[in-house]
């Protein structure tokens, strides 16, 4: 009887460990698994470094849903309201519209 409670009280307390630790597990958003190669890229706060980005842009709306679009595919945004494009490398620089303009802000 004292083998079977000893047993009982010990499975408890690992399916509480394994709870808690899948809680913390869920909480932590700073890294996320992508690919087939399964590496762990950082996540980027799009729309705030696009906002800052395109503050002092004649059209801010429009540069920020560009700006979004480029943040989501190249998975960067230069730093700085203007230039830079070269930071995030050909993904960024390389993207255009249906007229064949710069995309990316």
């Known amino acids: 009887m004292a083998l079977r409670l000893l047993l009982l009280v010990s499975f408890l307390l690992v399916c509480t460990i394994q709870v808690s630790s899948d809680i913390d597990l869920e909480n932590s958003h700073a890294q996320i698994v992508k690919g087939a190669n399964r590496r762990l890229l950082q996540t980027l706060d799009c729309g705030g470094l696009c906002k800052e980005r395109c503050s002092l842009h004649s059209r ?39 007229n064949n303009q710069t995309k990316c802000p």
Do not use: F, I, L, Q
């Not at 700006?67 to 494009?85: A, D, E, I, L, W």
């Open 60 to 98: 801010p709306n429009v540069c920020t849903r560009a700006c979004g679009t480029c943040c989501y595919r190249c998975k960067c945004v230069p730093p700085g309201t203007s230039g830079n494009r070269e930071v995030c490398g050909k993904c960024y620089t390389d993207m255009t519209t249906h």
